[in-house]
C-alpha cells in the first residue's frame, strides 16, 4: 500500500479532521509517514479563513508539488474555494469539507486501488498531540456571525456532535491512557443549543466528569455572554475542570463590538471577568483580540490597550483585521491601511507584554500540578491548569532530580518569571 503524509494547518479544529483523516486512510490500510521524501501522496490540509493562513496555505500547497508527488488539498480553504483552486492549481486533487463523509470515494481519484467508498470517522481517528492529551470536538460551524469572520461561510451553522458519541469517544480516548483533554468548537458555550435532549455545556462537562480516568478537562473558545454562572460555578467546585477561562473578545470598545455583530458590551465583558476572578480566584484568562476594524481610531486602540491592562490577561492572541469576501464587514467604509494595522499590533502586543510579566510574577512560590508534556533544553515541560497546548500561552521549564517521562503528573515549584514563560522545579 502507498504511504501517506499530512501536513495540518490552521486551528486545532482542523487538527482533528487531520487525526481522523490519518485514521481513515490508515484503516484503508494505507501507511502513514512523518517524511515527505518517504511520502507516495501528501495532504494538506490548509486554513482559509484569513489573509496570512490562505497564503500559509496555497505557499504550502506548491512547495509540497515541488516534490513531485501527488498533493491531496483538504479543509478551508479547499472548501471556501474550491472551484477557483481546481481552475488554479490542476495538479493537485482537492477533497473539500462537504466531501468529508464520502473521503474515499474521492480519494479513489488520488489511488484507484482503493475499493472503499467510506467517509472520515472518529472510531479510526489517530491522536497526533502525544499520548496523554487529545483535542475533543463536540461540534461544528457557527452561527454568531460576526461581521468579520469567514468561518461560517466555510463550516456552515453550529452543529452539535450527539453528547453520547462525545462520550463515547472520551471513554475511548482514555481508555488509551489519554490524561487531558481540550473540549473546542468555534463556539464551545453553544454546545446541545440545537439538540432535542436538553444536553448543554455544562450537562457535557458532567458527563466528561463520569469518565473518571481523564485528570484534566479544559475547555477553549467561550463566548462571552453565553457562559452561564452554573458554568463558572461548576468549574470552582470541580478539580478536574481546568479554571481556564478561554474567552476572545475581540475589541473592548462599544462601537467597535457594535460593528463586529459581537453580543456584550464593554460594561458586560468588564463585568463577566471580575465574577470570574471573584467565583474562581486562581482563574487564568486567556483572549484573542484584534485591531484594525474598519472605522476603528488610534483611541479605540489606547482604550482597548487600558481594557487589557485592566483586566490583566494570562495570555492574550491578537490579530490584525482581514478584509474577508463574502464576510458583512468587507464593504464597510473605513478600511485601515496595513501598515497602520500593523503598527496598532505591535503597540497592544508590547502593552501585552507588560501585562502578561505581571501575572507570571503572580506564580512565583506557588506549587503547580500537571502533566509532563516532554523536554526541552534539557528542562521538562509541564502542562499545568496555567497553560493550554497551543502557541498562544506561554511554556512552564522546569529540572528533577529524577527521571521523568511524559504523561507522569508531577508537582511543580515555580521559582521564576518571564515575559510569556515560567521555570520551576519539581518538589515531592
Ligand atoms: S464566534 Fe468565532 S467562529 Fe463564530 S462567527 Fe464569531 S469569530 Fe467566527
Known amino acids: 500500500m502507498l504511504k501517506v503524509g499530512l501536513v495540518s494547518l490552521g486551528c486545532a479544529k482542523n487538527l482533528v479532521d487531520s487525526e ?40 504550502t500547497i506548491f512547495e509540497m508539488l515541488s516534490y513531485n508527488k501527488k498533493v491531496v488539498v483538504t479543509g478551508c480553504l479547499a472548501e471556501r474555494y474550491e472551484e477557483e483552486l481546481r481552475k488554479e492549481i490542476p495538479e493537485a486533487y482537492f477533497i473539500p469539507i462537504h466531501d468529508y463523509d464520502k473521503f474515499n470515494k474521492f480519494f479513489k481519484s488520488v489511488d484507484n486501488k482503493l475499493n472503499d467508498e467510506g467517509g472520515l470517522d472518529d472510531h479510526y481517528r489517530v491522536i497526533s498531540t502525544g499520548k496523554y492529551s487529545a483535542y475533543l470536538k463536540i461540534g461544528e460551524g457557527c452561527d454568531n456571525c460576526c461581521t468579520y469572520c469567514a ?47 436538553g444536553h448543554n455545556t455544562v450537562s457535557l462537562l458532567k458527563g466528561l466528569l463520569g469518565v473518571k480516568k481523564l485528570e484534566y478537562i479544559r475547555l477553549l473558545y467561550l463566548y462571552p455572554d453565553e457562559i452561564s454562572d452554573e458554568l463558572i460555578d461548576l468549574i470552582a ?57 474598519p472605522g476603528e481610531t488610534e483611541e479605540d486602540v489606547d482604550n482597548l490597550i487600558n481594557f487589557i491592562k485592566e483586566i490583566g490577561f494570562d495570555h492574550l492572541g491578537a490579530f490584525t483585521y482581514s478584509r474577508e469576501e463574502g464576510t458583512k464587514s468587507y464593504n464597510f467604509k473605513n478600511q485601515i491601511d496595513e501598515n497602520t494595522k500593523k503598527a496598532r499590533l505591535d503597540r497592544l502586543m508590547r502593552a501585552q507584554q507588560g501585562v502578561s510579566y505581571k501575572r507570571n510574577k503572580t506564580h512565583i512560590g506557588e506549587i503547580m500540578e500537571g502533566l509532563v508534556v516532554g523536554k526541552e533544553k534539557e528542562q521538562y515541560l509541564l502542562r499545568s491548569y496555567w497553560n493550554a497546548p497551543d502557541d498562544v500561552d506561554g511554556k512552564i521549564y522546569f529540572t528533577s532530580k529524577e527521571e521523568l517521562n511524559e504523561g507522569d503528573i508531577v508537582k511543580v515549584k515555580i521559582n521564576e518569571a518571564f515575559v510569556y514563560d515560567l521555570l520551576g522545579e519539581e518538589v515531592k
Not at 483523516?21 to 484569513?50: A, M, Q, R
Not at 472520551?170 to 468555534?186: C, H, P, R, T
Not at 456584550?264 to 484568562?285: H, M, Q, S, W, Y
Open 20 to 59: 481522523n483523516i490519518l485514521g481513515l486512510l490508515k484503516h484503508d490500510g494505507y501507511t502513514i509517514t512523518n517524511t515527505i521524501e518517504d511520502s507516495d501522496i501528501i495532504i494538506v490540509n490548509t486554513c482559509g479563513f484569513i489573509d496570512s493562513s490562505k497564503k500559509e496555505s496555497i505557499n
Open 151 to 197: 468561518i461560517p461561510l466555510i463550516r456552515g451553522h453550529f452543529v452539535s456532535r450527539p453528547y453520547d458519541e462525545i462520550i463515547e469517544e472520551a471513554n475511548k480516548l482514555a481508555d488509551s491512557g489519554i490524561k487531558e483533554v481540550i473540549v473546542l468548537e468555534q463556539d464551545t458555550t453553544k454546545y446541545g443549543i440545537d439538540l432535542k435532549d
Open 237 to 293: 467546585k470541580e478539580k478536574r475542570l481546568t479554571p481556564y477561562f478561554d474567552i476572545p473578545i475581540q475589541h473592548s470598545e462599544d462601537h467597535i463590538l457594535k460593528d463586529m455583530n459581537r453580543r456584550g458590551n464593554k460594561e458586560f465583558l468588564r463585568n463577566l471577568f471580575n465574577k470570574i476572578k471573584t467565583k474562581v480566584p486562581n482563574a487564568i484568562l486567556r483572549t484573542t483580540v484584534m485591531v484594525g476594524f
